[in-house]
């Protein structure tokens, strides 16, 4: 995940999201028992994305990190060192959510979009046992989100498969009045009380994303970021976009 960088342009005001939250319309809610796909970008993506949908769901929910977000504290930083401390971060945060990760190929952070084929035929064999599968909306503004997105919907689309997308960095970089332009609508998803404690219990276990690790003085994902995720946002998406 990309920190927002001193050039960045301003994120778009928290409290266009909360009233574009309040007024989603509520979305389906998933059997208890379904199974669940779950795939992300980044190790954190689907605690921060989805992580009350995630705590509140009962049945299996199986969880791919395309990558090992290795690259997250710039070039500087012992990649191998990164990718163990975030594989370890992502593990015991999808403890708390009780979810459960899976062992595929990953690909490099900042990249993957390079290997969109080979992600989705790695996750084929997934994908026929689920009931759901889960990713990041295909344009939440990171490319590796873009990335992660078009492989979920490929995944879902071989497998004939429902594809649920969740958000990320959307609320924090786009405003919502460009969700439909975009062929999407907010949804929210009932999400427990319980489910708001853990997804906060989950996300501090991302130490290395939610804390400042020196020398940067910011944390990769901000507080201000996660003030928009107060409730489970879903996309649904309104018409056929290009893949
Ligand atoms: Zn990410």
Do not use: F, K, N
């Amino acid at each position: 995940m990309l920190p927002p960088a001193d050039t960045a342009p301003e994120p778009v005001p928290a409290a266009a999201w909360r009233r574009a939250a309040d007024g989603a319309p509520l979305s389906p809610v998933l059997p208890p028992d379904a199974s669940l796909l779950v795939l992300a970008a980044h190790p954190d993506d689907e605690t921060i994305g989805a992580g009350r949908l995630l705590a509140d769901h009962t049945g299996p929910a199986r969880c791919v990190t395309l990558t090992a977000g290795e690259r997250c504290h710039g070039e500087s930083a012992d990649a191998a060192q990164v990718a163990r401390t975030r594989l370890r971060e992502w593990g015991a945060a999808l403890a708390v959510l009780g979810a459960e990760p899976v062992e595929t190929p990953r690909w490099p952070d900042a990249g993957l979009s390079g290997h969109e084929r080979e992600a989705a035929e790695a996750l084929a064999g997934w994908a026929a046992g689920a009931d759901a599968i889960l990713a990041p909306w295909r344009h939440d503004p990171h490319p590796d989100h873009e990335a992660a997105g078009r492989v979920g919907a490929e995944v879902a689309r071989r497998a004939g498969t429902p594809l649920w997308s969740y958000l990320v960095w959307t609320p924090y970089w786009m405003h919502p009045e460009d969700l439909a332009g975009r062929g999407a609508e907010l949804l929210r998803y009932p999400s427990s009380e319980r489910a708001g404690v853990r997804w906060r219990e989950a996300l501090a276990r991302h130490r290395s994303q939610v804390t400042a690790q020196p020398p940067a003085s910011h944390p990769v994902v901000p507080a201000t970021l996660l003030d928009r995720h107060e409730s489970q946002l879903l996309i649904r998406e309104t018409h056929a976009v290009r893949a």
